[in-house]
């Protein structure tokens, strides 16, 4: 029965950090999911002059926006996925990101406001 020699044994271990590492550094700098971006705050008194009827227009047009978004981000996400396997290293959060948060803080703001008039009728 043959054992491995010391000098075997801290190769495999050295080997074996370097894979764990490279593993973890792969998920460096990757972009965030689109579910889990939040909306940023967006006050509703932006919205408050609207009628019911071009609130809900305004809240429709969002939505269309949200939904482009959202698949332009999940694309970011998966093209980094490949990036990362090949190269170490994602793509990070593009500009799709920070307009998806901007876009469902308005469309909060939105609802907000249409929540309000519907009160106040």
């Known amino acids: 029965m043959t054992t ?12 074996l950090s ?3 590492i490279a593993t973890l550094g792969s998920c460096a700098n990757m972009p965030t999911s689109s579910s889990q971006i939040t909306g940023a705050y967006t006050s509703s008194i932006k919205y408050e002059n609207y009628s019911l009827e071009r609130l809900q ?13 959202v698949i332009a981000q999940e694309q970011r996400v998966k093209s980094s996925q ?3 396997f090949w190269l170490g ?23 907000k406001a249409i929540e309000v008039k519907k009160s106040q009728k």
């Open 4 to 15: 491995l020699s010391n000098l075997q044994k801290m190769t495999i271990r050295l080997l």
């Open 82 to 84: 490949a990036q990362a």
């Open 18 to 20: 370097f894979i764990i």
């Open 57 to 69: 227009v305004e809240l429709d047009a969002l939505s269309r926006r949200e939904s482009q978004l």
């Open 89 to 111: 290293y994602g793509q990070g959060d593009g500009i799709e990101a920070s307009e998806l948060a901007q876009v469902r803080g308005e469309k909060e703001a939105v609802i």
